[in-house]
C-alpha cells in the first residue's frame, strides 16, 4: 500500500537510518533539531567566557596554552554545531540575533563565575565531564550533521575533562590552601553540574518526543546518575568532599542515591537571573558590535579575491 511522508519517515528512524538536511522530515522534527542544535552552539561559546577569564592569569605556560586549546576547540565545537543547525534552513545571522536578544537559550552552567584558577579545574573535570557524558549518545542521534558533529566533538573533550581533573589532582597534592582552593571549587560547581543536564524526566517537556526521534537516547535523568556514579570516585582519589550530605552508595541499585536538586536555582538562573547572565550577554553583544570591522573587511577581502580571480 501506498505509505505517506511521516511513515515512511518514521520507518526509517526505525531502522535507524540517518536523517540528511535534503531529506523529507516532519517540520516539528526540524524545529527540535533548530531549538537543540543552536542551544548547544550558543552554549559552545558562551562557554568560553568564563573559561577565558584566566587564560592570561594562568600559572604557569603549560596550563595556559592548555587552557588557550580548549577554549580554541570551544569556539570551533560552536561553529560546527551552527554549520549543522544552518543545513536545517536557519541563517547564521538568525542564530546570532537569538542569542544577542536574549531569546535563545543557552546551557545554565556557564552563568557562574570562575573565582579562582581551582574553578577551571573543576570545569574540565566536572562540566566537560557532564558535557561528555550528555554528547556520547548524541553521536548516535538520528539527524546526520548532528551526530557526525559530535563524533569530533566529543574526541576534544575528553582531552578538556583530563586537563580539568589533573588540574585538580595538582592543587588537592599542593598545600593546604590548594586543597582548599579545589574543595570550594568543588563545592560550587557540583549541583549546577548535576542541574546542567536538565530538568527531571518527569518535569522534561521533551524527552519523551525528542527520544521517539532517536535525538535524545537517554534521558536526563539517566545521564545525571551516569555522571554522578562516574564522578564520585574521581573525588575520592582527589581526597575531596561532594556537598551532598544525601550522597550514598546503594548497593541494591548499583548506584549512588544523591539529595534534592534545587531546581528553583536552575529555573532562575534558566530565566536569567543567574550570578552571571546579564554579564555573559553584554559581554558576547560587545563582541560582535566591536567586531563588525573584522567580519566587513572579511567580507570586503573576500570579495575583491573573488572580483580579482573572474578577471
Ligand atoms: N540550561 C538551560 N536550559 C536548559 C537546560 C540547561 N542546562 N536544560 C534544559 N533546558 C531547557 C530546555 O532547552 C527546554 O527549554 P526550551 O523548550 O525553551 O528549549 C527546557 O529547559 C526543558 O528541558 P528538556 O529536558 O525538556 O529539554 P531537552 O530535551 O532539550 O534537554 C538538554 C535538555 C539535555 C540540555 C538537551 O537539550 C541536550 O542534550 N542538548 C545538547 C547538549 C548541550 O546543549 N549541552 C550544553 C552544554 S555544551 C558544553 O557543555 C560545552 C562543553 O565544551 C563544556
Known amino acids: 500500500e501506498v505509505k505517506n511522508l511521516e511513515e515512511i519517515f518514521e520507518a526509517r528512524i526505525a531502522r535507524d537510518e540517518k536523517i540528511e538536511p535534503k531529506d523529507w522530515m516532519p517540520e516539528k522534527y526540524r524545529k527540535t533539531h533548530i531549538r537543540q542544535i543552536s542551544q548547544h552552539a550558543h552554549s559552545e561559546i558562551i562557554g568560553m567566557l568564563p573559561e577565558g577569564n584566566w587564560i592570561t592569569r594562568a600559572p604557569s605556560l603549560r596550563r595556559k596554552a592548555a587552557l588557550l586549546a580548549k577554549v580554541q576547540d570551544e569556539a570551533g565545537h560552536g561553529l560546527y554545531l551552527y554549520s549543522a543547525c544552518e543545513t536545517l534552513g536557519v541563517s547564521r545571522d538568525e542564530l546570532y540575533d537569538q542569542l544577542h536578544s536574549g531569546k535563545a537559550k543557552y546551557s545554565s552552567i556557564f552563568n557562574y563565575p570562575t573565582i579562582t584558577w581551582a574553578d577551571i579545574g573543576a570545569i574540565g ?36 575533562q583530563r586537563q580539568g581533573y589533573e588540574i585538580m589532582l595538582t592543587l588537592c597534592r599542593g598545600t593546604e ?125 573576500a570579495e575583491k579575491k573573488e572580483a580579482n580571480k573572474l578577471k
Not at 129 to 150: D, E, H, K, W
Not at 186 to 208: K, Q
Open 125 to 160: 573535570w566536572l562540566v566537560d565531564g557532564a558535557a561528555i557524558i550528555n554528547q556520547v549518545p548524541l553521536c548516535n542521534t538520528s539527524f546526520g550533521p548532528y551526530a557526525r558533529a559530535m563524533v569530533r566533538v566529543c574526541k576534544e573533550e575528553s582531552f578538556h
Open 177 to 301: 590552601e590548594q586543597k582548599a582552593m579545589a574543595q570550594d571549587a568543588l563545592n560550587r560547581w557540583w549541583w549546577p553540574s548535576l542541574m546542567m543536564l536538565g530538568p527531571t524526566d518527569a518535569e522534561s517537556v521533551h524527552t519523551e518526543q525528542s527520544m521517539k526521534w532517536k535525538l535524545k537516547r537517554k534521558s536526563n535523568d539517566e545521564l545525571r546518575q551516569q555522571f554522578i556514579d562516574q564522578t564520585v570516585p574521581q573525588a575520592d582519589i582527589l581526597g575531596l568532599t561532594i556537598p551532598d550530605p544525601d550522597l550514598k552508595w546503594n548497593e541494591e541499585t548499583g548506584h549512588y542515591d544523591f539529595g534534592e536538586i534545587d531546581w528553583e536555582e536552575f529555573w532562575q538562573v534558566v530565566k536569567g537571573h543567574g550570578p552571571c547572565n546579564k554579564e555573559r550577554m553584554s559581554a558576547r553583544v560587545n563582541a560582535w558590535n566591536n567586531g563588525e570591522w573584522v567580519r566587513d573587511a572579511a567580507m570586503a577581502y
